[in-house]
């Protein structure tokens, strides 16, 4: 069978004994055992003098290739270049754009250190597929290497439109960066759609199907959601119920409704209008007051970035703003946790919430709002609310679908969720599992592998 080959920025390499952080790093390592192959990407370490060749470890018929990034690099590449460049713009938040050349240069550098350390250690005749975005210019960056085996990218966040994207210094050399895979795929077909636009407007790209013709090269394009694994999520719900911290909580919320949040800290997970929406809740809805807790979990992100550490000091003013206006001696309504739990917390925590609260401003997917319904009594489900700017409210019609900037429409979707009767909240689980069941966590990875293996090169 041809040997795989994944590139993403980081690389965790797995500990004996130890579960994989996530499910689409299980997905990935899935792939990679079936195939066999390399894993090659930064290890997360910042060093005063990086290695030029990569560390290699073996685990099984996998091996895990990584390279430390300098202090510079990681300033300009990771933080820079990728999260406050490239991130807000292709979440549709230009006001948080901080454009620098240092940046723009470092990304290139990084991009062109990987494909030196990479290509190193190819053998020929493999398949290539990169993720995400810090990396869309490392195919053309291949190429030139004379690397001619078919390479697959996958974008896990949106893809801005043309207008947007025309913001961004720059863009036309990254649009023809990405032009030089054989595969790309997105999360939603308004991602897709905006990218053949933006290849047509600026390059007269011509479309047939799904494929893209355009500076003499064809790129198969597609829809490949990101799922989840529902059977071991349910099963991992299912025990829960029995822990210690989720009979606990049952006790601690008595007859109060749960309503849960859990993101990473992001202004591009609506933290605030969400803040607000509980509170506006509270205020538009008088008899939801001592009746309801509202739990946010946000896990640290990314705090050398200013914004970061602003967005945790309004949360946190938030909170005790909420709770200094409505708690009682028995009740404190909002409970903001700005640290990360283990994914088997958090399921015990989904199973327990009367409404579970996805409310991203823009979002590629969000499996977040897909784990929440995993994790549900089918039975007794509680309800999501899901912003319609998520990639994943292309799937979960089930949800009650909201704007994400209306915080009183949010309110009223949460009142409206809590009055929801039993039967109509097992009909809308129903339809929301059953959509998960069809596009699972494997069920991605397989089509896009498969099609991965279809692609040829065209003489590039």
């Not at 390499?13 to 689409?24: D, R, V, Y």
């Not at 807000?88 to 620098?100: E, K």
């Not at 059977?231 to 719900?237: Q, R, Y």
């Not at 550490?309 to 946790?337: C, K, S």
């Amino acid at each position: 069978m041809t040997r795989l080959i994944v590139i993403s920025n980081r690389v965790s390499i797995p500990e004996p004994g130890k579960s994989e952080a996530g499910g689409l790093a299980v997905a990935i390592t899935g792939a990679l055992n079936e195939y066999g192959g390399l894993w090659f990407g930064w290890d997360g370490q910042v060093s005063e003098s990086p290695a030029s060749e990569p560390n290699t470890v073996e685990r099984g018929n996998i091996t895990y290739a990584t390279l430390s990034l300098s202090q510079e690099d990681y300033d300009d590449y990771y933080l820079g270049f990728s999260n406050e460049v490239l991130w807000p713009v292709f979440h549709f938040n230009l006001g948080a754009m901080d454009f620098r050349l240092s940046y723009a240069k470092a990304y290139r550098r990084v991009n062109k250190r990987f494909a030196g350390a990479l290509s190193t250690l190819l053998e020929g005749g493999e398949l290539i597929w990169v993720h995400d975005y810090h990396l869309l210019p490392l195919a053309k960056e291949l190429r030139q290497k004379g690397i001619k085996d078919p390479m697959g990218f996958y974008l896990h966040i949106p893809f801005p439109s043309y207008d947007l994207l025309r913001a961004l210094p720059g863009y036309r050399e990254l649009l023809d960066d990405l032009l030089h895979y054989d595969l790309i795929g997105f999360q939603t077909s308004n991602d897709l759609h905006a990218f053949r636009q933006a290849a047509i407007e600026t390059f007269g790209a011509e479309v047939t199907g799904d494929t893209i013709e355009c500076n003499g090269r064809k790129v198969r394009t597609g829809v490949y959601p990101v799922g989840i694994d529902v059977d071991e999520l349910a099963d991992e719900a299912e025990r829960s119920c029995a822990n210690e911290q989720a009979l606990q909580l049952q006790k601690d919320l008595g007859e109060r409704d749960l309503i849960i949040g859990a993101d990473r800290l992001d202004y591009s997970k609506g933290l605030i209008q969400r803040f607000n929406a509980f509170e506006a809740l509270l205020t538009d809805f008088e008899h939801r007051r001592q009746k309801t807790m509202f739990m946010q979990i946000a896990s640290p992100s990314r705090s050398a970035i200013p914004e970061y550490d602003e967005l945790r000091r309004q949360l946190e003013e938030m909170a005790g703003h909420i709770n200094g206006t409505y708690a009682d001696l028995d009740w404190v309504p909002v409970h903001y946790l700005n640290q990360t739990y283990p994914r088997d917390a958090l399921i015990g925590l989904f199973r327990s919430a009367r409404v579970g609260l996805v409310t991203p401003l823009r979002d590629g997917m969000n499996l977040v709002c897909k784990e929440f319904v995993a994790a549900q009594d089918p039975d007794d489900p509680g309800v999501l609310v899901l912003s319609e700017l998520a990639g994943a409210a292309k799937e979960l019609s089930g949800a009650l679908l909201v704007n994400p900037y209306d915080v009183h429409a949010i309110a009223s979707a949460i009142e409206q969720a809590l009055n929801m009767s039993q039967q109509e909240r097992r009909e809308r689980y129903q339809q929301m599992i059953g959509i998960l069941r069809r596009n699972s966590l494997l069920e991605w990875r397989r089509r896009f592998m498969e099609h991965l293996s279809q692609q040829k090169i065209d003489g590039q």
